[in-house]
Structures are given as structure tokens and as C-alpha cells.
């Protein structure tokens, strides 16, 4: 009796887990929103590869050297979504440039809500405040200043989400040999003046989410989403506590799945438990990134191989699926290791990969 009874829980939970799980094969006809791209060109390539692969994409303008002018980057915005509107979102962001000066503020708030009405769905501020602007005295800004109180009263008052990337994944504060992923160890190794291991005068990664801790509880109320796992890409304990401490805060998954899977590869089912626990607060994202071709740009992601981007983008979007919705094991260059995946429930997976980014970006249109 007992061993039977084995025998036909054992068959149960099989039974249980094909209904409950997603295969690689439903990847396409799964709705999905990638809640972190960078669409800075307007031939339709991304949306095309997008509506193939049942994507919506938010489309984040950034104040990044590398990308367009900030201005380039809202026309493209503002075509794309007037070409198709259910499929494509785009956050605004602000400039630094006169931060200090009297009108800074207004101007700010002036521009943000001009770019809401014309749809943008939330505000976003880059790591630029924290690492790179300085004040008038040579100090660092850093996002918890209270210069940046008007402003953040304004999106938090009017339900307006920010998506903040603050810091950098603790990579970067490592020598190139101490860091657990590829991806880093070459974005920094390209980009000397982001690696802050070379720059031992900079704040330290604890210094930096301090900032953005204390900005967080200072604005209780505002709709915040941690970009790139709020930078507690390293270790899923931390962001837990990020998490509890902050009811009102999210995270998107952009750029950081190889971290996510190092992780798993250690000790799987805590990650898997980490996922289905927080299901409410994580946003499915890539950080896929489809800029002008400029020979001298370096902020392609994926690197531009040549293949193509839509090819690109749908490998980068099918890879995470493996590893997210089902058990299949694939290998990872970026941590050269094989790894398998999480197969979270259905149930998890629909609001990771769609409805957690309906919630959270409130001015999106309903789902059809
Ligand atoms: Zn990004």
C-alpha cells in the first residue's frame, strides 16, 4: 500500500507539473511585455520581431552618452507608439543640465507632463545621479539630495512610476578576475570610466545604496521600479530585504539573467522559491537594445554580430523563456556553465512576463 501510494503521488506530480508549467514550444503564443528596452531607431525591426514573438515592449529613453540625444530618442519613442500603440510604451526621462538653477525643478515637471500626456507611462533616472554628476561645489549628486524633492513629490502626488538604475552590479567594484559574469567583466572592461574598481575615489556600492535606500523611504508612496534588479543583481537574500522593507518598490530582470543563473546553478531551488515567493514584484526585461549603427558606438546589447537584430533579440528572448518557464538545460556562455531552468508555474510566469507591468505601469492601456 505504501508503495503504491508512492507510485501514484509520483504520477500525480508529474501530471501536475506538465499542466502547471510552460514549455519552450508556447514561448510565441504566450502574452509577454519586456518591460526594459531601448528602441533609438524607428525601421520597425523591433516591433516586427516583437508582435512575432508576442512581445510589448516599454521603450526606456535614457540620458546615456552613448544613445541619441535625448530628443532623437522621443521622436522615435513618439512614432513607434503612435504606429502601434497597444504594442509599444516608452518611459520619459529628464536632464541634469542646470540642475542647480532656479527653473531646474519647473522645467522638469513641465517636460515630464507634457510627455505623459502625449503617453509616456513613467519617468526614468539613470546612474548618472550617483556616479556622475557633480554640483557646483564638485560634489556628487546623489538621488536622496533634497534638490530632487520637487520633483519626485510631483511623480509620487500624480501616480507617475520611476524606474531607477542606480549604481552598478557589484561586479564592478571587483578586479576583472573576481567577477561572476562575462557580460560585466567585458561591458566594464569597455567602459573603464563606469569600472569603479579603478576608481577607489568614487563611493563605494554600499555608499550608493544607501542613497537609494534612503531616497526609497523618503518617498513611501511613489510607484519605484528597481532597474537591473535594483542592483541587488549578486544575491536573491538581499533583494528580499529590499523587497520587505519597501512594499511600493518592484525590479526588472534587464541585463541581469546571467547573475539570476549563477545563483541557480548554486543552489537552485532557493532561486526558484525566491521567484515564486516574490512573484508580485519582479518585471520581466532584457535591456535589448536597437541604436543607430555608429562604428564608434560600444552600447550594443546584444553585441551586433552581424546576424541581425531580430535574430538576436528572439534568441536573447527564447534563452530566458528555457531558463524562466521550464526545466530544459542550455548552456550559458556568460558564466560558461550549463544551466538548468526554473519551469515556474504558469501562474507565475503570466505575471512576471505580463501582468506585474500592467499593474505597475498604471497609465498602460488595459489588456485586450
Ligand atoms: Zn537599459
Not at 504520477?11 to 502574452?31: G, K
Not at 521603450?59 to 552613448?66: A, Q
Not at 512614432?79 to 527653473?103: D, S, V
Not at 563611493?203 to 541587488?232: C, N, Q, T, W
Request: charged content about 25%; overall charge negative; some cysteine.
Amino acid at each position: 500500500m505504501k508503495q503504491l501510494l508512492g507510485f501514484g503521488l509520483a504520477l500525480w506530480a508529474t501530471a501536475s507539473l506538465a499542466d502547471t508549467t510552460y514549455t519552450a514550444a508556447d514561448f510565441a503564443q504566450v502574452r509577454k511585455f519586456d518591460s526594459h528596452v531601448h528602441a533609438n531607431v524607428d525601421d520597425h525591426r523591433f516591433l516586427d520581431i516583437a508582435q512575432k514573438d508576442g512581445f510589448e515592449l516599454l521603450s526606456i529613453n535614457v540620458d546615456y552618452p552613448d544613445f541619441p540625444q535625448l530628443d532623437k530618442q522621443a521622436a522615435v519613442a513618439h512614432k513607434l507608439q503612435k504606429e502601434a500603440p497597444q504594442r509599444f510604451h516608452y518611459l520619459t526621462t529628464f536632464t541634469m543640465k542646470g540642475f542647480e538653477g532656479p527653473t531646474w525643478t519647473a522645467d522638469s515637471i513641465r517636460h515630464i507632463d507634457e510627455e505623459v500626456a502625449r503617453g509616456a507611462v513613467g519617468v526614468k533616472v539613470w546612474k548618472n545621479v550617483g556616479m556622475v554628476e557633480r554640483d557646483a561645489q564638485h560634489n556628487l549628486i546623489f538621488l536622496d539630495d533634497p534638490r530632487f524633492d520637487g520633483l519626485m513629490n510631483h511623480l509620487e502626488g500624480k501616480g507617475i512610476p520611476l524606474v531607477a538604475h542606480q549604481a552598478e552590479p557589484k561586479n564592478c567594484w571587483l578586479p576583472l578576475d573576481q567577477m561572476t559574469t562575462e557580460n560585466d567583466r567585458s561591458y566594464f572592461r569597455e567602459h573603464p570610466e563606469y569600472y569603479m574598481y579603478l576608481h577607489p575615489e568614487q563611493p563605494s556600492y554600499e555608499a550608493l545604496m544607501g542613497h537609494r535606500d534612503r531616497f526609497v523611504a523618503k518617498h513611501p508612496r511613489l510607484i519605484f521600479i528597481g532597474a537591473h534588479l535594483a542592483s541587488l543583481e549578486w544575491n536573491v537574500d538581499e533583494l528580499a530585504k529590499f523587497f520587505d522593507t519597501y512594499p511600493n518598490t518592484t525590479a526588472d530582470l534587464a541585463a541581469r539573467m546571467t547573475q539570476v543563473q549563477f545563483q541557480s546553478n548554486a543552489d537552485r531551488e532557493k532561486v526558484r522559491q525566491f521567484f515564486i515567493k516574490y512573484q508580485d514584484r519582479l518585471l520581466y526585461g532584457t535591456d535589448l537594445t536597437q541604436n543607430p549603427p555608429d562604428p564608434k558606438a560600444r552600447a550594443q546589447n546584444p553585441p551586433d554580430n552581424g546576424s541581425g537584430f531580430e535574430v538576436e533579440a528572439d534568441e536573447f528572448w527564447r534563452s530566458d523563456w528555457v531558463y524562466l518557464a521550464t526545466s530544459g538545460v542550455q548552456h550559458i556562455e556568460a558564466i560558461k556553465a550549463d544551466v538548468k531552468g526554473l519551469a515556474l508555474p504558469k501562474s507565475v510566469i503570466d505575471k512576471i512576463y505580463y501582468a506585474n507591468a500592467h499593474r505597475v505601469f498604471t497609465r498602460l492601456k488595459p489588456a485586450h
